[in-house]
């Protein structure tokens, strides 16, 4: 893998990583809801679910999905349903009537159920799956060994995917600061129940090329 096709693979890592998606408002929800300390089990499901998927173009995840394409599709069908309970329980969060708090109480989850929820977001989403079984082997020189060079794109996503999860989460963090209100704890929590339905019903209308 020459240097000049690293460079191309970590812009398009870095520029697609920025980009919202379900990961992303998950983790910035967390950070709002749990606190970004909290949030950081979700920050590890996303990021083992997305490495799950990369780990497993190695091994022919793309072949895979050609022979069977019911996988793909029920792997969507899921990712589908649980972004629309999600969207169902943001929508849904009771909000403490109370108008001028300065905090709300925390929800208490354990870490396995946070890592568990962003692993499941992360492994159900058709579009990663895409990009580990299409677009992670275009980088791949098959003319040299290919286990360190999928080491080293897995480290470079790492890195970037790992860097936007931290922007997100300190993000949700600056906006829990504004949520005392229960109107705008509320308004908030219609806002991404409707964000997360959108990504729900796009990808039971999507299909891969």
Known sequence: MSLQTLWIYAIAVFLLSATPGPNMLHILSRSVELGFKRSTAAMAGCLLGLLTLLSASAVGLGALLHALPGVFDGLRLAGAAYLLYLAFKAWRSPVD????????????????????????????????????AAFLPQFINPAQPQAPQFAVLLAVFTVIEGFWYCVYALGGRAISRHLGRAGVKRAFNRVTGGLFAGFG?????????
């Open 201 to 209: 019903l796009s990808l039971l209308a999507w299909r891969a090329a």
């Open 97 to 132: 009537e109370e108008d001028a708090q300065e905090e709300w109480p925390r929800p208490t989850a354990s870490w396995q159920t946070v890592m568990r929820s962003g692993y499941t977001i992360s492994i159900s989403n058709p579009k990663a799956i895409v990009f580990a």
